[in-house]
Structure formats: structure tokens, C-alpha cells
């Protein structure tokens, strides 16, 4: 397992320049092989606040903040490793962003959220492709509009989390434990599955055909002939 920290609690984990690399150096880590799960975290009491504001007013840096954002949500969302959010503070706009682009969102009870980019006259354009990649339009739509804040319950009505949980870590804790009991490679094929943009029925099939006939299937189904755990290569 790799875990990666927003840390700058100084400017409320802000997505400056400075932590958007920090994160792509934590994603060059998660990347390696033997990696099989990515949980993105924070240092309290914030997730993350947004673009950082006082950076962005420097119109030369725009550009450049906009691109390893990007880059950060793709990362997030690809790669073999199933990637995990864990969010026991507030999330605004970008930061809303980031935690949709796990495959799986933990948040505490009593987190808030806000996409508030119409308020200073943006749109959220770039976080829009994480976020209506898993919510339906119309569950979102009041939260874009308005910039109004949502509480966890209704972020979980519209799909933007997977679960609430008074302890986040615990909960956290067994997702990756359940992920790790799964075949590296079935469970990479099965990312892709939920990822795709279209599920075509043959090529359904001719991935089913292939991981039945792999050497992982061959170990899941000796171990439950044996009644023993499977032994995975990493």
C-alpha cells in the first residue's frame, strides 16, 4: 500500500503549484510495481480548499497549476492500483475533485463539502470530468449552481462518496484489506471494468475467457478446492 499526504496545513492544503507537485511525486511512488492499493489522505483539519486563490491572481502561473491538476486527477484515475480518498476534514471545489477521482471515497460523518467556483466567477471545468464521471447531472447540479455546502449524508446521495464512517481510518483499513485479498490482476481488471466508458459484451467475454485461463484463476479456484488461502503473486 502507498499513502499519499496533502500536506501544507498552512494555506489549508491549497492547490498550489508547490503541493500539486508534491502529489505527483507521492503518484511516482504509488506507481511502482508491487504497489496495490493508493490511499490519498491529509494533514487536519482541512482535506483540501480549493485552488489556492492568492497564487492563481498571478495569471502567468495559470497554465501551469491547470496541467498538473489535470495530470493529477488522470493519475488518480488510472494505473492498476485501486485508489482510496480518505477525508476526515472539509473539501472545497479542487479539492472535491481530487477525492472524486478515487474509485473509492471515505469521509467522516461530519465533513463538509462546497463547489463554489461560480462565486468568484469560474466554473469548475476541470473537476467536472471526475465528478460527472460518477454523479448523476442532476444530483449535482444545485451544488454547481450555487456553490452552496453540502454535508457528507447528500454527498453520499449523489454518488460523490462511497462511505461515511465515524473512524475513517478504520473504515479505510478494511477496504484495503478486502482489495487485498483479491488477485493483483483480477483486481486491476476489474478497475478497468468500472472505469470504462462502454462495456461491449465481447470484449467482455474475451476478458473473462482470458482471466478464467490465467495462472490467478488457476490458484483462486485450487485454494477453494483446498480450502486454504490463495497465495497471489505481486
Given at each position: 500500500?502507498?499513502t499519499?499526504?496533502?500536506?501544507?496545513?498552512?494555506?489549508?492544503?491549497?492547490?498550489?503549484?508547490?503541493?500539486?507537485e508534491?502529489l505527483?511525486e507521492?503518484?511516482?511512488?504509488?506507481e511502482?510495481?508491487?504497489?496495490?492499493v493508493?490511499?490519498?489522505?491529509?494533514?487536519?483539519?482541512?482535506f483540501c480548499?480549493?485552488?489556492?486563490?492568492?497564487e492563481?491572481?498571478?495569471?502567468?502561473?495559470?497554465?501551469?497549476?491547470?496541467?498538473?491538476?489535470?495530470?493529477?486527477?488522470e493519475?488518480l484515475?488510472?494505473g492498476?492500483?485501486?485508489?482510496?480518498a480518505?477525508v476526515?476534514?472539509?473539501?472545497?471545489?479542487?479539492?472535491?475533485?481530487?477525492?472524486?477521482?478515487?474509485?473509492?471515497?471515505?469521509?467522516?460523518?461530519?465533513?463538509?463539502?462546497?463547489?463554489p467556483?461560480?462565486?468568484?466567477?469560474?466554473?469548475?471545468?476541470?473537476?467536472?470530468?471526475?465528478?460527472?464521471?460518477?454523479?448523476?447531472?442532476?444530483?449535482?447540479?444545485?451544488?454547481?449552481?450555487?456553490?452552496?455546502?453540502?454535508?457528507a449524508?447528500?454527498?453520499?446521495?449523489?454518488?460523490?462518496?462511497?462511505?461515511?464512517?465515524?473512524?475513517?481510518?478504520?473504515?479505510?483499513?478494511t477496504?484495503?484489506t478486502?482489495?487485498?485479498a483479491?488477485?493483483?490482476?483480477?483486481?486491476?481488471?476489474?478497475?478497468?471494468?468500472?472505469?470504462?466508458?462502454s462495456?461491449?459484451?465481447?470484449?467482455?467475454?474475451?476478458?473473462?475467457?482470458?482471466?478464467?485461463?490465467?495462472?490467478?484463476?488457476?490458484?483462486?479456484?485450487?485454494a477453494?478446492?483446498?480450502?486454504?488461502?490463495?497465495?497471489w503473486?505481486?
Amino acid at each position: 500500500m502507498a499513502t499519499i499526504t496533502l500536506d501544507s496545513p498552512s494555506n489549508r492544503n491549497a492547490l498550489s503549484r508547490a503541493l500539486l507537485e508534491q502529489l505527483h511525486e507521492g503518484l511516482d511512488v504509488a506507481e511502482q510495481p508491487g504497489v496495490r492499493v493508493v490511499v490519498l489522505t491529509h494533514t487536519p483539519p482541512v482535506f483540501c480548499a480549493g485552488a489556492d486563490i492568492k497564487e492563481r491572481s498571478d495569471r502567468s502561473t495559470i497554465g501551469t497549476t491547470s496541467s498538473l491538476m489535470v495530470r493529477a486527477i488522470e493519475r488518480l484515475g488510472s494505473g492498476t492500483a485501486p485508489t482510496i480518498a480518505a477525508v476526515n476534514g472539509p473539501a472545497r471545489a479542487g479539492g472535491v475533485g481530487l477525492m472524486a477521482a478515487c474509485d473509492l471515497v471515505v469521509v467522516e460523518a461530519g465533513v463538509t463539502f462546497a463547489i463554489p467556483e461560480v462565486r468568484i466567477g469560474v466554473a469548475p471545468a476541470i473537476i467536472s470530468v471526475p465528478i460527472l464521471a460518477r454523479c448523476s447531472w442532476s444530483k449535482v447540479a444545485a451544488a454547481f449552481l450555487t456553490g452552496e455546502q453540502f454535508d457528507a449524508a447528500r454527498a453520499l446521495d449523489m454518488g460523490l462518496v462511497t462511505h461515511v464512517a465515524d473512524d475513517v481510518q478504520a473504515a479505510v483499513a478494511t477496504l484495503v484489506t478486502g482489495i487485498l485479498a483479491g488477485a493483483p490482476g483480477a483486481v486491476a481488471a476489474t478497475r478497468r471494468i468500472l472505469r470504462s466508458a462502454s462495456r461491449d459484451m465481447a470484449d467482455m467475454q474475451a476478458l473473462s475467457e482470458a482471466l478464467f485461463n490465467s495462472p490467478e484463476a488457476t490458484e483462486g479456484m485450487r485454494a477453494v478446492a483446498s480450502k486454504t488461502p490463495p497465495k497471489w503473486s505481486t
